[in-house]
C-alpha cells in the first residue's frame, strides 16, 4: 500500500496533480534498491526519497515523519487489545468482528496497491501472465524453500529476455 501511496503522491504524472519529486524510473530504482536491503522495504523507500530531495536530513525527516503515525496508532492499538483481550476471544462480540473486519480491508488495501503498480509498471499481457504467476508461486508454496524467490527472479528475467 506504501509504495502505490508513495508513487502518485511523488513520481511525475501528468494526469495527477502531486509534488513531481521523481520519475518513474528513478521511483523504481529506489524501489528495487531498497527491496535489496534488509529491513522493511517501505521504511527504506521512504528515507530514500526524502535523501533525494533534501540529503541526509531529508531523509531522516522523510523516515521518521513515515513511522510516527504507525507507532503512535499502534500504541494505542495494543492498548486497546490489551484491554478488549476478553471481549476479542468470543466468537460472537462486536470485537471480534471488528477483528476480522479489518483483516479483510487489510487484504483489499494490499490488492489495490498492487494491481495500480502493475498496471502502471508492466508493460503487456505476457509481462502481467509473469508477475500473476510469480505471486501465485509465493502465496501457494508456503512456507516457501529458500530456492523459490531467485528460481522466481531468474525464470522472470530469462521470459522477459525472451519476448
Same mark, same amino acid.
Not at 500500500?1 to 511525475?12: A, D, M, N, P, T
Not at 487489545?81 to 468470543?90: D, G, S, Y
Given at each position: 500500500?506504501? %509504495?502505490?501511496? %508513495?508513487?502518485?503522491?511523488?513520481?511525475?504524472d501528468?494526469? @495527477?496533480?502531486?509534488?513531481?519529486?521523481?520519475?518513474?524510473v528513478r521511483?523504481?530504482? =529506489?524501489?528495487a534498491?531498497?527491496?535489496? =536491503?534488509?529491513?522493511?522495504?517501505?521504511?527504506?523507500?521512504? %528515507?530514500?526519497?526524502?535523501?533525494?530531495?533534501h540529503?541526509? $536530513?531529508?531523509?531522516l525527516? *522523510?523516515? !521518521?515523519?513515515?513511522?510516527?503515525?504507525?507507532?503512535?496508532i499502534?500504541? %494505542?492499538?495494543? !492498548? =486497546? /487489545?490489551?484491554? =478488549?483481550?476478553?471481549?476479542?476471544?468470543?466468537p460472537? *462480540?462486536?470485537?471480534?468482528? @471488528?477483528?476480522?473486519?479489518?483483516?479483510?480491508?487489510?487484504?483489499?488495501? @494490499?490488492? $489495490?496497491?498492487?494491481?495500480?503498480l502493475?498496471?502502471?509498471?508492466?508493460?503487456?499481457?505476457?509481462? *502481467?501472465?509473469?508477475?500473476?504467476?510469480?505471486? /501465485?508461486?509465493?502465496l501457494v508454496?508456503?512456507? /516457501?524453500?529458500?530456492?523459490?524467490?531467485?528460481?522466481?527472479i $531468474?525464470?522472470?528475467?530469462?521470459?522477459? /529476455?525472451?519476448?
Open positions: 500500500v506504501h %509504495f502505490g501511496y %508513495f508513487q502518485k503522491r511523488f513520481v511525475i501528468d494526469d @495527477v496533480d502531486n509534488l513531481r519529486w521523481l520519475s518513474n521511483f523504481m530504482e =529506489l524501489l534498491m531498497c527491496n535489496c =536491503l534488509p529491513g522493511p522495504t517501505s521504511t527504506q523507500v521512504a %528515507f530514500a526519497i526524502g535523501i533525494t530531495q540529503g541526509v $536530513i531529508g531523509g525527516t *522523510s523516515g !521518521f515523519m513515515f513511522l510516527l503515525p504507525g507507532a503512535v499502534m500504541t %494505542f492499538l495494543g !492498548f =486497546l /487489545a490489551h484491554n =478488549l483481550k476478553e471481549q476479542i476471544q468470543e460472537k *462480540s462486536a470485537a471480534n468482528a @471488528v477483528a476480522i473486519c479489518a483483516s479483510a480491508v487489510g487484504v483489499a488495501l @494490499v490488492f $489495490i496497491a498492487v494491481t495500480g502493475v498496471k502502471k509498471n508492466v508493460e503487456g499481457p505476457k509481462l *502481467s501472465l509473469v508477475c500473476f504467476c510469480t505471486a /501465485a508461486a509465493c508454496v508456503s512456507p /516457501a524453500p529458500a530456492w523459490l524467490n531467485p528460481a522466481l $531468474i525464470l522472470g528475467g530469462a521470459i522477459t /529476455a525472451v519476448s
